[in-house]
């Protein structure tokens, strides 16, 4: 394939990625499997989120953060895999995969990539890969950067802080950053809404929001996942954040108010034969079998005492469909079934002991002799099932055999089913040998809801008890039963309560709405916006959410840290100050780092550059986030809404001021110049540089100092503080949509 520029225009290009030697490689073995047009698009997508990254040859400090949106079960891994062949055409080093929580999903993506890139390869010494590497690979990694073959080392990663915080380490020492130096580092995490998001966002902010001062320092709690993640960030100058996700809920809701907020996005197209939710819920929508209100089991409300009739006909359904697709036509050469009733183990436990006893019982019934009562009653509830439902959907021209001819082979699906109790992280990292049976029933808790691939899932049974209205991403999370099953789809059958089918009816128009705003629309705060509006789902869970009413009164001058993406502030308060006119203060003062200048701007104008101007400390995120939404109330005020913000930019003849830093809070001792009264030199103090009727920003340029060796020491960067008048100060709520605690466990 010859080599071409992908995606040359577009505001947000980094750089202009080519297709090399490994990607060519990779694509001739794809091929195989991907027709013409799902070929082009991956290519075409995979530039998209590459050109979206840091430039990995420019040698300067520069980090991006890019979102990438699949559908559930469409083949995520595929996308990064590719991304990570174009990332070493482009001269990235090293990729990273934050692979998942559980060892069993880190295997498989280290065994996925190592096959794929690796033992398929035609090319010698492309890659190296290193799984859970700790300080003793030092050395070693550092020697494979050294290889004149110049390899792109991989390393897979256990979603754990253990194991995120000593790979930091690894790019901390001297040997690693001597030979990388400022090299592009490719991160990609895969689930990027799990584990990885603070967890105490919506404690946090919720907090802040109801004390009378944001400026104080409180504990602000971190998750700790979250708190690696940015530790490993830190210590990697150039590189790229990919999160890869099919629920991007939570990523896209703290996209103005996290450290790790995507600043762009890419939508995955799924392959031809992926079956989602419009296949389930639009296409085919009698795939989709209603479980009996008396029949969804409720420890409190509808504690069972028995197996009930719908589990009995979802497991004579699937022993007949594998009865059907491997033992007949051998289209197949296993399939599987979930059994997913509640969160609780003990409830999982119960459901375990009901499948493995009816199995059993049928086993048993099957090796009577022809002509036993028993059987024949057995004979024909297999029959009726086969009938009515099993085949309801094959044709003439499908060659559907007849009951008899199936019989026989409805006792060799039942002897090779194994069963499987799925509640525990030991099970959950446990492989299942897919291949040793041609049948496979799981039955779980929250393990089952994500990572845990089921392979083959053609039955599903989830009679899953809701109260209130459910998070759009955990619905997502549970439908293990999306996949790439044309092959069966027939005989795929997934049974859900009434409640929770009319939910997944809605998620899926959510879902395609979500989609649709995020191919239209560049800005992801649009995407945020219309996001919370939504009305049928909540739209994450809450904990990761920000406490989004405004309580205390905003008034004062509030002095804020930006100590972090200083390469990005820059260019962001460079665009501003070249894209509006600005007029001297008056009065004006005797020395260049007392003359300041004043720009008056729209409301859209000052959201915007707070938009783009990023923190590092959750403090100040949270008072930008705040601020931001404080704008669009007094804007909107019905009797006499504000239509312009003052921008001030402090001391614009001068280089720079100097200011101490502490270099543990990575705050900024004293932002402000004070106050000057004696003789010609007579200053009022920064503070005094505002005016009342409207809400004032200063910009600042200072160059860091601090006693101790660090970083940042001699750095020049731009930061804000914000002045909200006393006139303006007021009580606000912007509505917080009512959420009920989550289901999940964190």
């Known amino acids: 394939m010859e080599i071409k520029i992908l995606h040359p225009t577009s505001q947000k290009i980094k750089f202009k990625p080519v297709i090399g030697e490994k990607m060519n490689d990779l ?58 062949a ?57 020697n494979k950067l050294r290889l004149s073959s110049k390899p792109t080392v991989l390393i897979t990663l256990l979603k754990h802080y253990d194991h995120i915080n000593k790979l930091a380490e690894i790019f901390k020492s001297q040997p690693i950053k001597k030979e990388l130096d400022k090299q592009g580092v490719l991160i990609i995490d895969d689930e990027a809404d799990q584990a990885s998001l603070n967890g105490f966002s919506y404690v946090n902010s919720k ?10 320092e409180t504990d602000n709690k971190e998750s700790s996942t979250y708190a690696s993640i ?40 799924p392959g031809k034969k992926y079956t989602g939710g419009k296949t389930y819920f639009k296409d085919y929508p009698d795939l989709i079998i209603s479980i009996p209100d008396n029949e969804v089991f409720h420890y409190k409300d509808n504690p069972l005492k028995f197996p009930p009739n719908s589990l009995k006909e979802a497991l004579q359904v699937y022993i007949l469909g594998v009865a059907l697709i491997t033992n007949f036509w051998n289209k197949e050469k296993f399939l599987s079934m979930m059994v997913h009733a509640d969160r609780q183990k003990d409830v999982s436990r119960l459901f375990y002991t009901w499948v493995s006893e009816l199995i059993d019982r049928w086993t048993t019934i099957l090796n009577l002799e022809n002509g036993d ?26 060659n559907i055999p007849s009951f008899n001819v199936i019989k026989p082979l409805i006792a060799d699906a039942i002897n090779d ?5 799925i509640i525990s992280d030991t099970d959950a990292e446990a492989e299942v040998d897919w291949e040793s049976s041609s049948s496979h029933i799981l039955v779980g808790a929250d393990m089952l809801n994500r990572g845990f691939t089921v392979e083959n899932l053609a039955v599903t049974y989830m009679p899953r008890y809701t109260k209130g209205k459910s998070n759009a991403d955990t619905i997502q999370q549970r439908c293990r039963f999306f996949g790439y099953k044309q092959k069966y789809l027939k005989s795929c059958r997934v049974y859900l309560p009434t409640d929770s089918i009319i939910e997944y009816v809605d998620y899926v128009e959510h879902e395609e709405e979500m989609r649709t705003w995020l191919k239209n629309n560049d800005s992801l705060e649009n995407v945020e916006r219309q996001l919370m509006l939504a009305e049928k789902l909540n739209a994450t869970r809450k904990n990761i959410l920000p406490y989004n009413i405004v309580q205390t009164k905003m008034k004062g001058w509030h002095a804020m840290n930006a100590l972090n993406s200083i390469e990005l502030n820059k260019k962001v308060v460079s ?28 409301v859209e104008k000052a959201i915007d550059f707070l938009t783009q101007f990023k923190f590092g400390n959750y403090a100040d995120t949270a008072r930008k986030q705040a601020t931001i ?19 001030i930019q402090m001391a614009y003849e001068s280089e720079y001021r100097m200011r101490n830093f502490n270099p543990n809070t990575l705050k900024i001792d004293q932002l402000f110049t004070g106050r000057s009264t004696s003789g010609s030199e007579t200053y009022p103090g920064d503070r005094e540089i505002k005016l009342e009727d409207s809400i004032c920003l200063q910009i600042h340029t200072v160059k860091l100092q601090c006693n101790q060796t660090n970083r940042l020491v001699g750095k020049i960067i731009n930061t804000i503080a914000i002045y909200y008048p006393l006139d303006f100060a007021t009580k606000y709520t912007n509505s917080e949509p009512e959420y009920f605690e989550p289901e999940e466990d964190e």
């Open 27 to 84: 694509g001739f073995r794809l091929k195989d499997f991907l027709d013409e047009d799902e070929f082009d698009s991956l290519v075409s997508e995979t530039g998209h989120i590459l050109s979206r990254c840091t430039d990995p040859k420019l040698n300067q400090e520069q980090d991006v953060t890019h979102l990438t949106v699949g559908y559930v079960q469409s083949g995520k891994t595929l996308s990064f895999t590719a991304l990570t």
């Open 86 to 142: 174009l990332a070493a055409d482009n001269g990235y080093r090293i990729v990273i995969y934050l692979a998942g929580t559980k060892n069993n999903l880190l295997s498989q993506t280290t065994k996925r990539l190592t096959k794929d890139l690796i033992m398929s390869s035609s090319l010698n010494n492309a890659y190296k890969i290193f799984e859970n590497p700790t300080e003793s690979k030092i050395l070693e990694i550092r």
């Open 207 to 216: 907090k802040k929001s109801t004390s009378s001062e944001w400026d104080e």
């Open 230 to 269: 940015l530790n490993l960030r830190a210590a990697i100058p150039n590189h790229s954040y990919v999160q890869y996700t099919a629920t991007p809920q939570g990523p896209l809701l703290i996209s103005i108010m996290d450290l790790l907020s995507p600043e762009s996005h890419t939508v995955l197209t």
């Open 373 to 398: 009562i028993g059987r024949e009653d057995l004979d024909k509830e297999f029959k009726e099932i086969y009938e009515k439902e099993a085949t309801k959907f094959y044709s003439a021209e499908d």
């Open 417 to 421: 089913t194994q069963i499987n109790l």
């Open 575 to 602: 665009d501003f100050l070249n894209a509006n006119q600005f007029e001297l203060w008056n009065p004006q003062y005797e020395t260049q780092d007392r003359k300041h200048r004043i720009s008056t701007v729209s």
């Open 629 to 647: 939404r404080y704008l669009q109330y007094l804007s909107s005020e019905s009797e006499k809404p504000i239509t312009h913000i003052h921008f």
